[in-house]
């Protein structure tokens, strides 16, 4: 079983499928903040995606790593952004206001955990259990995973030049 780390010393452990690069990226459901409540499909073949899970954006961390990864995905041709976490809908929507996103999408698992659950992010216990670890996926037009990140502590930010650099990459395929 795969862990991450919580400001250093709580080991967590997560469950689901622990999905590698080269793996078929799972097909799930999450729902939209905008439009509100629209459903959204993680995975498939057809297009590159960039699946970027946080705890919550109400932390700064992840309002950090959610700006960074808006303003860059106006550089990213041809690349869908993803942002997934457990946050309500109308909670993550407030922020998305307040914070100017509008270059990527910003949805919740909150419903059944099917994305945590099917990419093997969901916190299984410690003090944050029931919410996503911090990770990338970039999806290939193929449908297999380029590239994965699981961020091995998760009040830190993700390697953004590498993840960035994956999602070029499977855009140029």
Not at 83 to 89: E, F, G, I, R
Not at 122 to 147: E, Q, S
């Amino acid at each position: 079983m795969a862990t991450v780390t919580f400001k250093n010393d709580i080991v967590c452990n997560l469950a689901g499928t622990q999905i590698n690069v080269g793996d078929k990226a799972p097909i799930t459901t999450v729902v939209n903040c905008n439009p509100m409540l629209q459903n959204e499909t993680v995975g498939g073949e057809g297009k590159v995606q960039m699946v970027i899970a946080v705890p919550s954006l109400d932390t700064g961390v992840c309002d950090a790593e959610t700006r960074r990864f808006n303003q860059e995905a106006a550089n990213l041709e041809g690349v869908e952004v993803v942002t997934v976490s457990m946050d309500l809908p109308f909670a993550a929507a407030r922020w998305c206001g307040a914070a100017g996103i509008d270059n990527i999408k910003v949805c919740s698992d909150f419903r059944n955990k099917d994305f945590a659950n099917a990419y093997g992010v969901l916190l299984a216990d410690g003090p944050l259990a029931g919410i996503t670890a911090r990770a990338i996926f970039v999806i290939g037009k193929d449908g297999n995973v380029a590239y994965k990140q699981l961020v091995p502590e998760i009040t830190s930010e993700p390697n953004y030049e590498e993840a960035l650099n994956a999602a070029k990459e499977a855009a140029a395929k």
